[in-house]
């Protein structure tokens, strides 16, 4: 995915600030996380030239660590638990539901930019399962008509923000 010219230009001044530092590569790229929201495909090679490094290098410490996304994040993060006590209610089935009513998998965003689905481990919620967070509000006991609700609730709330 191309990146835009402001984008190419934050991610080289981020380089050009990490360059003397000793093991660089994962501070940077929390801070071009952090500043673009992710780590485009193409800052791999700006990031490699910068740090001396192969892009190999680069790509596999980015595919390793989790945290790091490779495409722009939603303007919301849906996160559904998929720890123990949540599986234990039924989130297996809400996740699956999940994934068919946004139409995308873990990982991806929807094609307007709205959401964006991740799993999570335990969100603290366990007495009240299957959890899901929506940004930084969490909802205890929810299924998929729950779901569903919360899902409408958000799209007319950013229907109602435009
Ligand atoms: S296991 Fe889901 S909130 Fe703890």
Redesign the pocket.
């Known amino acids: 995915m191309g990146i835009s010219q402001n984008e190419q230009q934050s991610i080289s001044a981020l380089v050009g600030q990490y360059t003397q530092l000793p093991g660089a590569l994962l501070p940077l790229l929390h801070a071009i996380q952090s500043d673009l929201g992710y780590v485009p495909d193409s800052a791999v090679p700006i990031i490699a030239k910068g740090l001396n490094l192969s892009r190999a290098e680069v790509h596999g410490v980015i595919s390793f660590y989790h945290d790091f996304k490779t495409t722009p994040v939603g303007r919301h993060t849906v996160q559904v638990?998929?720890?123990?006590?949540?599986?234990s209610?039924g989130?297996r089935q809400l996740e699956a539901h999940a994934k068919q009513a946004l139409g995308i998998d873990y990982g991806e965003t929807t094609a307007d930019g709205a959401v964006t689905l991740e799993p999570?481990?335990?969100?603290?919620?366990?007495a009240?399962?299957?959890?899901v967070r929506i940004d930084d509000a969490?909802y205890a006991r929810v299924d998929t008509d729950l779901f569903d609700d919360l899902m409408s609730g958000l799209l007319t709330e950013e229907g109602a923000s435009k």
Do not use: H
């Open positions: 638990c998929r720890a123990e006590a949540c599986q209610m989130s999570v481990y335990c969100l603290g919620n366990c009240c399962s299957p959890s969490i």
